[in-house]
C-alpha cells in the first residue's frame, strides 16, 4: 500500500529564513502528489500540486521520483506560513481518496 | 472551487449512540469522500460516497459501523454507529467541483469534531 512520510512533527523557523517541509513517498507507480495547509481554526486547504508546478504564496515543491520525495521550499519565510502542512498522494486520479502524511507544524518566529 | 460546510461542527455523545453527520457542497462534485482523523494522527480515508450506488470503504472500515448515503450530486452523510471513545476523532467531508481552474482538486468541510463519553 501506498504510504506518505513527514519525518518532522514540528519545524521552527526564524522570519526570513528558508523554509524546507520534508515529504517522502512510497509507491511503485507515478503518483500525484499534494500540499494541503491548515491555518489556525481554518479548513485544510490546498496549497499545491505537482502537475500544476506553481509557486503558490512563495512556495514550490519539486517531485523527485528518483527520491521519491516532494519537499515543500520557501526561501524567505513569513509569519503568516505558521501553519500545519500535510503531503498528500494519490494514485487513481479524481476518483480516488488521498493519503495523507502526519503533517508538519510549522512555526515561524519573528 | 467548492464551499462546503458540515453539521454538526461538534458533539458529545455517549458510548452505544449513533450520530448522523451531514455534509452539504453549494456546487456540484463528482466525487465525495469521508475522512477521519484521530486525536494526534493524520487524516484516513474512510470511503468514497458514491451517487446513487453503495459507497466503497477502505481496508478497516464498513458499512454496518460507518453508514454512509449521497442522495445527489451536493449531498453526503456519514453516521457513526454503536460509538465507543475510540470513535472521538474530527469527521471530514471532502469534494471534487466538477471542471474548474484546477481539475479534481479536493476541497475540505471544516470537519465535525466527536466525543465519546
Not at chain 2, 46 to 54: F, L
Amino acid at each position: 500500500a501506498q504510504r506518505v512520510t513527514q519525518p518532522e512533527k514540528l519545524l521552527s523557523v526564524f522570519k526570513g529564513a528558508p523554509v524546507e517541509l520534508k515529504c517522502n513517498y512510497s509507491y511503485s507507480g507515478s503518483p500525484e502528489l499534494f500540499w494541503y495547509v491548515q491555518y489556525s481554526r481554518q479548513r485544510l486547504q490546498l496549497l499545491l500540486r505537482h502537475i500544476s508546478r506553481e509557486s503558490i504564496k512563495g512556495f514550490t515543491a519539486d517531485l523527485n521520483k528518483g527520491e521519491t520525495s516532494f519537499h515543500l521550499k520557501k526561501p524567505f519565510a513569513q509569519e503568516e506560513d505558521s501553519a500545519m502542512y500535510y503531503c498528500a498522494l494519490r494514485i487513481g486520479g479524481g476518483a480516488d481518496g488521498l493519503t495523507f502524511g502526519k503533517g508538519t507544524h510549522l512555526i515561524i518566529q519573528p | 472551487s467548492a464551499v462546503i460546510s458540515q453539521k454538526p461542527s461538534r458533539d458529545i455523545c455517549q458510548r452505544g449512540t449513533s450520530l448522523t453527520i451531514q455534509c452539504q457542497v453549494d456546487s456540484q462534485v463528482t466525487m465525495m469522500f469521508w475522512y477521519r482523523q484521530q486525536p494526534g494522527q493524520s487524516l484516513t480515508l474512510i470511503a468514497t460516497a458514491n451517487q446513487g450506488s453503495e459507497a466503497t470503504y477502505e481496508s478497516g472500515f464498513v458499512i454496518d459501523k460507518f453508514p454512509i448515503s449521497r442522495p445527489n450530486l451536493t449531498f453526503s452523510t456519514l453516521t457513526v454507529s454503536n460509538m465507543s471513545p475510540e470513535d472521538s476523532s474530527i469527521y471530514l467531508c471532502s469534494g471534487t467541483p466538477l471542471g474548474g481552474h484546477l481539475p479534481d482538486t479536493q476541497y475540505f468541510g471544516p470537519g465535525t469534531r466527536l466525543t465519546v463519553l
